[in-house]
């Protein structure tokens, strides 16, 4: 089992920057994804973000060039630093890891951190 907290959320005008942090409770494999997720008022949780342990990342086309997402595999941590944000970044954010042992995935998320950027 593993237990996810988040951290770093808050309010920042458009154009600022935040950044997100999120630690992993619990054993975290070599093989499992870190990932953040972001749900808008009124809208569907989206996959923002991605890191494997080795590094690769991916990122959503809208953040691509604006957030980096970074991975301490000692730490067992996640954090996602957010810059230039937009109004349409406003969402909660959660931190997500992947598990696939066998072919069978497992899914664990944080609690959730509110980010508002107001225009």
């Known amino acids: 089992q593993v237990q996810l907290v988040e951290s770093g959320g808050g309010l920042v005008q458009t154009g600022g920057s935040l950044r997100l942090s999120c630690a992993a409770s619990?054993?975290?494999?070599?093989?499992?994804?870190m990932a953040w997720y972001r749900q808008p008022p009124g809208k569907q949780r989206e996959l923002v973000t991605s890191i494997t342990a080795g590094g690769k990342t991916w990122y959503e086309s809208d953040v691509n060039g604006r957030f980096t997402i970074s991975r301490d595999n000692a730490k067992s941590t996640v954090s996602l630093q957010m810059n230039n944000l937009k109004p349409e970044d406003t969402a909660v954010y959660y931190c997500?890891?992947?598990?696939?042992?066998?072919?069978?995935?497992?899914?664990?998320w944080g609690q959730g951190t509110q980010v508002t950027v107001s225009s």
């Open positions: 997500n890891l992947l598990r696939e042992p066998s072919g069978v995935s497992f899914n664990f």
């Open positions: 619990g054993r975290v494999f070599s093989t499992d994804i």
